[in-house]
């Protein structure tokens, strides 16, 4: 479960932030994800979330004070950034945040066309696919299946979600 959470930690304030835009506050999609998600300030929480640096020295800490399951959540949290640095042309995030603002322009990613979004995206979606199907038939309790299904639906809900909403 710790592992879970790390995973889905350096995406949680966007999920939040466009959730009470679009929901709550009922701001257009195109002025979410098109102007608010660049502006400094929601640039600025992507940095402190997504940055190597803050999550190296949580898994410093975790590793110094053997704690397993802190150990868990900043692994997958750097696992989380390693998989996504590659992946973010125009939308990058700063990585490396607070040692530099630079930002690592990939000419590939997982949702825009224009680098390859077509090819990328259902990859990335098919190899998640095929790593929950592995982990559904290693692990038999229903409580781990449900959370095996739970992240299946959530690595298909942004297709449908851009597909409304685009």
């Known amino acids: 479960m710790a592992a879970l959470l790390?995973?889905?930690a350096p995406d949680l304030s966007l999920y939040l932030m466009a959730g009470?835009?679009?929901?709550?506050?009922?701001?257009?999609a195109r002025i979410v994800f098109?102007?608010?998600?660049?502006?400094?300030?929601w640039?600025?929480?992507f940095a402190i979330d997504n940055s190597f640096v803050l999550w190296g020295i949580l898994l410093v800490v975790a590793l110094w004070r053997k704690g397993p399951a802190l150990i868990a959540f900043a692994g997958a949290g750097l696992m989380h950034l390693a998989l996504d640095f590659p992946l973010h042309n125009h939308d990058a995030r700063q990585h490396f945040w607070p040692l530099t603002?630079?930002?690592f322009i990939s000419p590939v990613s997982y949702w825009d066309s224009d680098h390859y979004g077509r090819?990328?995206?259902p990859l990335e979606i098919a190899i998640c696919l095929v790593l929950c199907v592995?982990?559904?038939?290693?692990f038999r309790d229903w409580g781990t299946r449900t959370v095996v299904a739970g992240a299946a639906g959530l690595q298909m809900a942004p297709v449908v979600i851009w597909g409304m909403m685009f």
Do not use: T
């Open 6 to 8: 790390g995973a889905l």
């Open 20 to 28: 009470v835009s679009l929901y709550i506050l009922d701001v257009p």
């Open 34 to 41: 098109r102007e608010y998600y660049y502006s400094d300030a």
């Open 43 to 45: 640039q600025q929480v």
């Open 101 to 103: 603002d630079w930002v």
């Open 119 to 121: 090819v990328v995206g």
């Open 134 to 138: 592995m982990l559904w038939l290693r």
